[in-house]
């Protein structure tokens, strides 16, 4: 289905006068907001092609009906999410479960709904029917060459299928790893991937990345063969220029310094992509901003202060995905809220004083530099960012126009009430 753009229009102006006086008692606190507003209007995050339906359970899945049964109708989701929110003009496949039969036919129903296909993402963690060798004891680690080789030309496959969709960046990201000691040699199994990754890394075309995703613990619970940031970094740098690591914000044990590892990965050039979603006790995949926003706001502060230094474009030279899903909420109306909390820390790192913050530091004025950061944390930035979805045609409040219009309800009559988007 498509959300005609009269439905929005209509939704804006029954909303302008209150959004009107909101964003001006705004914009009296905040200097630079017209700047702000454009860098928000550019600022786009992709939408991973597993989060459309309700999962991100190991245990049992509850369809909320309506869920996308095919690539087609999970772009035509994005394209509605897209519609509403002019910040989700991108999307992140999922190989195989999302294979192109028919790429041309593909790219052109997503540059229908304005997307773009963001990074392709390899899945060498689950057998595949019909595939010869089993994944059990690893990927790319595994002591058999026939299995390590079976996961470099999977890997070189979904490359392929980018090339393709126009996509320019392949995430790998590997559960290998061991459940119990003695299981595994760390050396060799780290020697194995990084001869599988290099393989990987030379069939890259010149234009695109490889993003190294890390995970701490979890399908592996003794050792995980890319485990944390230093290793990430180990593989990034032994491979070359093209590849990068990727900070998943639940992929860590608890209680990390996320904020200070992006400050020193963007230091050295190596940071590449970013998974948001947020956690309470491990790789939750929740609504990102759920649970912790004043941590997405410090991750988010790193990140511009770290981008300007080194004079990088925030829309375009970090790849910006959700990863999260789960059981209980209407996906599309979850993603949206998603998407929102992205764009408010994003904003409170932009209003932050950033002079003022160097001059406490300078003075050891601790209580001071607090005293800046939660300033912006505490600023309400929304008009802001409700005004940059208007000038970008989207709307200014998309989960209450996606309830009026009863968008799942007409994609369950579509649809049916029993689909299973694929996914975890
Ligand atoms: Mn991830």
Known sequence: ??????????????????????????????????????KLVAFQIAIPSWALGTGGTRFGRFSGGGEPRSLEEKIEDIGLLHALNKSSGAISLHIPWDIPENPAHIKALAAQHGLKFDAMNSNTFQDQPGQPLSYKFGSLQNVNKAIRRQAIDHNIEVIRHGVELGSNSLTVWLSDGSCFPGQLNFREAFQNTLSGLQEIYKALPDNWKIFVEYKAYEPNFYSTTVGDWGQSYLYSSKLGDKAYTLVDLGHHLP??????????????????????????YGDDDLTTGSIKPYQLYLIFNELVEGMDARGMDHATDLGWMIDASHNV??????????????LIAYTQALI???????????????????????????????????????????????????RKEKVREQLIKNRGTKTVATGL
């Open 1 to 38: 289905m498509l959300l005609e753009k009269y439905k929005i229009d209509g939704h804006n102006e029954a909303l302008q006068k209150a959004h009107s006086n909101r964003l001006a008692y705004c914009n009296t606190n905040i200097e630079n907001a017209e700047s702000i507003i454009e």
């Open 255 to 280: 209680n990390a310094n996320i904020e200070q590892i992006v400050s020193l990965l963007l230091m050295e050039g190596k940071l590449g992509g970013f998974h948001f979603n947020d956690s309470k």
């Open 329 to 342: 909420k209407d996906p599309l109306e979850d993603l949206i809220q998603s998407v929102e909390a992205i």
């Open 352 to 402: 932050t004083d950033r002079k003022a913050l160097q001059e406490a530091r300078q003075n050891n004025d601790v209580v001071k530099a607090q005293e800046i950061l939660q300033h912006a944390f505490r600023t309400d930035v929304r008009p802001l960012v409700a005004e940059s979805r208007l000038r970008a045609g989207g709307a200014l409040d998309p989960i209450s126009l996606f």
